[in-house]
């Protein structure tokens, strides 16, 4: 079953991501050698708290922190520990609240310090794949018109991408359907409509996109222990178009000309 969001609703909707990504915004401040994925958490934590919100990851399928933090070879729902960033380390911040009875949910892959080229080049290539995908999230398109412009921008440039792990739909709760997968054919899967919200999340991989859930049921790796990189924003389809809700602007915003 596919919700459908009034006008209203995304405009709840709207609020909760700002928040993810003011949250972010206010991470891209922290990340630097030395810091703990443990103290971003609290960071984080205390930050969402402190503008009338819940983190929206805390307790969800009993998951213990409120953000996922990806470190290099990890993917995603990386749990935050006393690992220390430390340069040259790529990090993925995965941010969820739940305002007003709705989800909003975003990551992005920062940088800590110099990072090698190929590693940035990853990580741009994902964050455009991210672009392209959300060019397709507009009425009338499906599905896979997504994944497949995600995927064959990211293969062709000789990266791959993960499969077992898609994108979703979002609303009062976290993940709703439709999945939304990162690979797939134009014209198949569901039907999209105005009134649709979706995360889309590339999550891509230098080597090859076999992936290993370590033994605390979350943290999923590369196979090969080569990075990965990880973009999301949720998504409204609204009067036909893809209107972004999430933001990376606060992000940016701090990184300046450091951004990628
Ligand atoms: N953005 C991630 C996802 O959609 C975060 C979920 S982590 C969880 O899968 F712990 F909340 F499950
Ligand atoms: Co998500």
């Given at each position: ?16 991501n700002?928040?993810v990504g003011?949250t972010l ?68 911040i995965d941010c969820g609240v ?6 909003g949910d975003s990551a992005y ?90 995360a889309?999340e ?29 973009f999301e924003h949720t ?9 972004i809700l999430s933001s990376f ?12």
């Amino acid at each position: 079953m596919i919700y459908l969001k009034t006008d209203e609703e995304i405009e709840l909707m709207r609020e909760s991501n700002l928040l993810v990504g003011m949250t972010l915004g206010e991470m891209a401040k922290w990340v630097a050698p030395g810091i703990t994925t443990l103290k971003l958490d609290k960071i984080a934590e205390e930050f969402i708290r402190d503008h009338g919100a819940e983190p929206g990851f805390l307790g969800y399928a009993g998951y213990p922190n409120s953000l996922c933090i990806s470190v290099n070879e990890v993917i995603v729902h990386g749990i935050p520990n006393s690992y220390a960033l430390r340069e040259g380390d790529i990090v993925s911040i995965d941010c969820g609240v739940v305002k007003n009875g709705f989800n909003g949910d975003s990551a992005y892959t920062f940088c800590v310090g110099e990072v090698a080229p190929e590693v940035k080049q990853l990580l741009k290539t994902t964050k455009e794949s991210l672009y392209l995908g959300i060019e397709h999230a507009v009425e009338g398109k499906r599905i896979g018109d997504i994944g497949h412009a995600i995927q064959t921008y990211c293969e062709a440039r000789g990266y791959s991408v993960v499969r077992e792990l898609c994108g979703h739909g979002v609303g009062k709760k976290l993940h709703e359907e439709p999945n939304v997968p990162n690979y797939g054919r134009p014209g198949t899967g569901p039907l999209l409509k105005n009134g649709m919200c979706i995360a889309i999340e590339p999550m891509i991989n230098l080597g090859a996109r076999n992936i290993v859930i370590e033994r605390d049921g979350w943290t999923t790796r590369t196979r090969d222990r080569k990075p990965a990189a990880h973009f999301e924003h949720t998504v409204a389809i609204k009067g036909g178009k893809a209107d972004i809700l999430s933001s990376f602007e606060y992000i940016e915003q701090v990184l300046g000309d450091k951004s990628i």
